[in-house]
T-cell receptor
Framework: KAGVTQTPRYLIKTRGQQVTLSCSPISGHRSVSWYQQTPGQGLQFLFEYFSETQRNKGNFPGRFSGRQFSNSRSEMNVSTLELGDSALYLC????????????FGPGTRLLVL | AQSVAQPEDQVNVAEGNPLTVKCTYSVSGNPYLFWYVQYPNRGLQFLLKYITGDNLVKGSYGFEAEFNKSQTSFHLKKPSALVSDSALYFCAVRTRDDKIIFGKGTRLHILP
């Protein structure tokens, strides 16, 4: 089976712009989670989608949003980008509910100038 | 507050020696515990997990972890380190209310 894929792998944006990141989960996986990884804050949970519904949410401002499509693919959107949004954004998928293991994609590295 | 602590930012071990990467947690109830490894410019790779049962869990690449409920710890171990084990290691806890908490990560350096 193909693993979790994320596009694009690298992205450069300027402050104030918005960005959309895409994640395709492992075939058959219905849950997709998003994480932000920075050197200072480590890995922080953004949100989880399951069957097109947001199932859980971390402590991020409303500028961060996501959605999931009927084929389980997910997108994450960040509006009004700030310098502090520069990070590696990781997507992870799993079959359904805990304690199913999450499998991570390679990430999208976002640089905000 | 629920949390996961990896008390060492970096661990240095000589090749061939045993290694331990420490993790302690503070969550309510019985948590699910995970270890992941991250190589440069890559996503996280799953190593092993503890759900219930035997306190010693065996995982990928010869790694194992010991769950200790009284000490709320889940230390990652390997009997004989390889240079290729050098990477960033994350401990994670999934709580009963379905939130996942990651530790800050421990950078493991295996010295040839």
């Amino acid at each position: 089976k193909a693993g979790v894929t994320q596009t694009p792998r690298y992205l450069i944006k300027t402050r104030g712009q918005q960005v959309t990141l895409s994640c395709s989960p492992i075939s058959g996986h219905r849950s997709v989670s998003w994480y932000q990884q920075t050197p200072g804050q480590g890995l922080q949970f953004l949100f989880e989608y399951f069957s097109e519904t947001q199932r859980n949410k971390g402590n991020f401002p409303g500028r961060f949003s996501g959605r999931q499509f009927s084929n389980s693919r997910s997108e994450m959107n960040v509006s009004t980008l700030e310098l502090g949004d520069s990070a590696l954004y990781l997507c992870a998928s799993r079959l359904s509910s805990p304690p199913e293991t999450q499998y991570f994609g390679p990430g999208t590295r976002l640089l905000v100038l | 507050a629920q949390s996961v602590a990896q008390p060492e930012d970096q661990v240095n071990v000589a090749e061939g020696n045993p290694l331990t990467v420490k993790c302690t947690y503070s969550v309510s109830g019985n948590p699910y515990l995970f270890w992941y490894v991250q190589y440069p410019n890559r996503g996280l790779q799953f190593l092993l997990k503890y759900i219930t049962g035997d306190n010693l869990v065996k995982g990928s690449y010869g790694f194992e972890a010991e769950f200790n409920k009284s000490q709320t710890s889940f230390h990652l171990k390997k009997p004989s380190a390889l240079v290729s084990d050098s990477a960033l290691y994350f401990c994670a806890v999934r709580t009963r209310d379905d939130k996942i908490i990651f530790g800050k990560g421990t950078r493991l350096h295996i010295l040839p």
